[in-house]
């Protein structure tokens, strides 16, 4: 049976004195996180809250929220961590779909408690967790965290073994920020994370010494696979509330953190800040990073920076809690069979099974390229409420990750875009991002962006909008010629719209080939 | 959800051509594997198996059994691996306690077929699993395993998902050997297997690329728990039906061993065997031993003979699927911190709750010695249709291993023998090792057995039966002062029988205390 709050308990026995977390000076050992936790827990269960019952936490990264990860499973309950970065509507919506009896909310989103509570008539309680009280802009009820937990806890019992959820059980619901629809609850089991921290922690390299800086969001996997895996461990975790990067290189400096997860842009602005030769980072020894490969020049600026230090990608996603793919440290040394490997995401992890199919899913051999599908321990129970769409994800047994890619002969991940983004031009299927590197080859190409287009005859054909460097000039002629030469012919664009100015961008800064596709499809009057 | 069949199409689709197992020569690729497993368990369902049922392999180690021990689950029945080195009376013992439906039987164990058939009433069919036909000695009906095999391949569907057992479900029944009474079959789990494999597969230092030999009898866990991590890795698996000297360095040799489990007493063997310096066994890297600390200077002969190879000790049980601790390869280097604890066991596994607790359930601080209990994913589902010793062996929700032994203040345990063994003198707990070393360092002593003997004062005292070295002299009283200097009053022996000859052993070479005991008593007329 695999119940995290088990692995706390043993952490709790085996290394009493040891730190568990620390947040803003305030740190717990494992003793006392253990304890805090059988006295929430207990205290949640006064409150009423039943097996199967929904707890909210609406706030920054802080030792409340990791906490509330593990509470309600220890009474059988389920712990969303909730996207703070939506809007009142967007987090309202999720209340709605997962009903919480209870919300809990920080100084940060304390405004948001009273509206909130105004439009989602399932919250029975609304619980402040922060330094200070509540104040005037809470809704009177509102209770303190630490003072439910200091009433609760010398009655809480050692354990609710009877009525703790276990394996298979889902203890967390992750929302999953979708393009397209309303955001989805993930329902992820002990079973699930315990996959991602015994089994993909050995293949990242983490070991129980590590001094873990947590700074990415708790409500997103990318953050969360790493507290259960400190958790797992039984390593240090020192808490930022929201990524900054001056208090970043503090931490790191103060704590002497050794481990922790940055994505390329993090660790470039990082790189690039003018106070880095200011701050000892020495310490740290394994930087893990997400699913976008790491630019070589900046792995080589960053391994001239910190001696040492280690690179480990992960590819994964919030419905496989979350790993899929390791490209372990070793891939990134240079010398290594493996180094050939970088842009690639990695081998699957040991329990994961991962294939490649095609539409109607066939799976394809090595090198051809389709969406990526999944088996095993690591893949969730399924979307909350969802029963149709989840049957939809689950087709034939396997996660369909809506990615698209291959596995090579020796087995490693290469990702190539979103089958959503997939073209099919007469029965031929072409991926964006093989046409855009083509284009973005010739000299005279700023920016490339590639998307289907309605044709009677083929189904789609691919259509290219180009922005040329200033002053360099090409022919769509050119440029179709280009791409010839160097992707099959009917990967090449069948049309080019010349676009004048840069291309325009999505609020998330990528390329927004919606809004392109839109206007030419409007300007050709189809 | 865990489920070992997942795992092996995961490898059977990701390294299709890798080998799986080789056995007397013949040898499976993964996919290979995953084909027969889904042939033979559409030929179970076919002959009528149902889940829960139980299906009974009574064979030395080959390819065969290794299917078995997971072809069983995937229609949801259990598989039961038979100790083929009991008596025929207890074998059909142990067939009465689990009913097995379908019984598969090799030539080593054929004539024990019709026996077997008519003393146990619920075995439906006989299967017989070797490399001939089945012969005139084993029932009429009985149908060879690769002939089923063969019939229901074609009709295999790819898989069983909607009848398969997971998670937590039971797939095994492993037989203890327990000292008394009757052998108890534990119920292990898919969670159990995973935890060992995932969890404890990494602090060995088990690798994908390994070639595993397995030589220790399948039947147990020791050989059991590298076959489930053997499969989670997709590493390769050398079969050999017995352990035999000269077979297993031409085995080692052959297939480029690089991992295997050994005793210090096979290790001896080798090494000491005239036919050693002929073969290359130079591809081993990682040799893992048992729960008997291994002498250092077998460890030195070793690691010279075998230039790189390491040494990972573990120790565990068939309740625990099987790993507790482990003490690392690291440990085992000259000159590193761990290298003080080479008398230990090693640290607890990550995800493995291990404390030390009195008679009354109470834990005890470091450094004092009492019952090992243990509790997490690894720990059984219990002893199978025996509620009452489930109860009594899971006692506060933690396995009672029956070892005593202490942690040390860096969470190193270290073993001190059975609580069975433990004399309780006036309310003092002693465990016989401590006295036995403290006899055994007097140079006149050979051999030392402590015991305890009834006592109306104080319940029991400490009594020593002592063998002296030929032509030394020791008096009782001087033995019992040399005791009283080194270990506390009470622990010391309150009385010696000094033995003529050596002190008898028991069938398993030990030295046989209850023997002493009933003469001692006998003899003093008590």
């Known amino acids: 049976m695999i119940r995290y709050p088990d692995l706390i308990r043993a952490h709790a026995a085996r290394t009493p004195d040891k730190i568990a977390t620390i947040f803003e000076g305030r740190s717990f050992t494992w003793a006392e996180f253990n304890r805090r936790l059988h006295a929430m827990a207990n205290a949640l269960a006064t409150l009423g809250v039943a097996p199967g019952d929904r707890i909210a ?48 909310v920080d100084r940060h989103f304390g405004s948001l408690a009273q509206p909130l509570l105004d439009r989602c008539p399932s919250v029975d309680h609304i619980l402040y967790a922060d330094w200070d009280l509540p104040g005037p802009g809470l809704p009177p009820e509102t209770q303190h965290y630490d003072m439910l937990l200091a009433i609760a806890g010398p009655a809480a019992g050692d354990a609710f073994d009877d009525r703790a959820s276990a394996s298979d059980d ?20 002990h079973t ?30 990318a953050t969360g696979g790493r507290v259960n895996t400190g958790v797992y461990y039984g390593s240090t975790m020192v808490l930022q509330a929201r990524f900054e990067v001056v208090e970043m290189m503090e931490l790191v400096e103060t704590h002497r953190i050794t481990a922790m997860t940055l994505v390329p842009t993090m660790l470039r602005m990082v790189l ?51 790993a899929v793919a390791i490209l372990p440290a070793m891939d990134h040394v240079p010398g290594t069979p493996g180094y050939a490997k970088l842009g690639s995401v990695g081998r699957p992890v040991p329990y994961a099974d991962v294939r490649i199919v095609d539409e109607n899913d066939n799976v394809l051999p090595a090198g051809e390229a389709g969406e990526v599908v999944t088996r095993g321990p690591h893949v969730m129970n399924g979307y909350w409420n969802r029963p ?9 047994g396997f996660y369909h ?12 991940l290469f990702l190539v875009g979103r089958t959503k983004e997939m073209i099919i031009t007469g029965g031929e299927n072409v991926y964006p991002i093989e046409t855009e590197n083509a284009l973005s080859s010739h000299p005279a190409v700023a920016q490339a962006a590639v998307f289907g287009m309605p044709d009677p005859t083929w189904g789609e054909t691919v259509h290219a909008a180009v922005a040329l460097h200033g002053g360099r000039e090409a ?30 961008l999505s609020p998330t ?18």
Chains 1, 2 share one sequence.
């Open 57 to 104: 936490y609406l706030g920054l990264n802080s030792h409340w929220l990791v906490e509330m990860y593990y509470v309600p499973s220890m009474i059988g309950a389920i712990s969303v961590p909730v996207n703070h970065r939506l809007s009142l509507d967007e987090i309202a919506a999720t209340l709605d779909d997962c009903t919480p009896t209870v919300l809990i």
């Open 170 to 189: 889902t203890m967390f619901l992750f929302y999953t920020s979708g393009t397209t629809g309303r955001p989805k609850g993930v329902m992820l089991s």
């Open 192 to 221: 699930n994370a315990f996959a991602n921290s015994a089994g993909s922690g050995a293949v990242y390299g983490y070991r129980a010494d590590d001094m873990l800086l947590l700074t990415g969001p708790l409500f997103h996997m």
């Open 272 to 322: 690039d800040h003018p106070a880095f030769p200011g701050f000892d980072i020495s310490s740290l020894r394994c930087l893990t990073y997400g699913a976008a490969p790491m630019p070589l020049a900046l792995m080589e600026r960053a391994v001239e920076a910190i001696p040492g230090v280690t690179f480990v990608q992960g590819y994964g996603m919030t419905e496989t809690a979350p």
């Open 388 to 396: 149709e769409e989840t049957a939809h994800a689950m087709r034939g």
């Open 401 to 412: 990750t809506g990615d698209a890619g291959y596995l090579d002969e020796d087995g490693y």
């Open 475 to 504: 022919t769509v002629e050119d440029l179709i010629a280009h791409c010839r030469e160097r992707i099959a012919h009917y990967k090449a664009p069948r049309a080019i719209t010349l676009w004048v100015g840069a291309l325009p």
């Open 509 to 526: 800064n990528k390329i927004d080939k919606m809004a392109i596709r839109a206007r030419i499809l409007e300007d050709t009057g189809v």
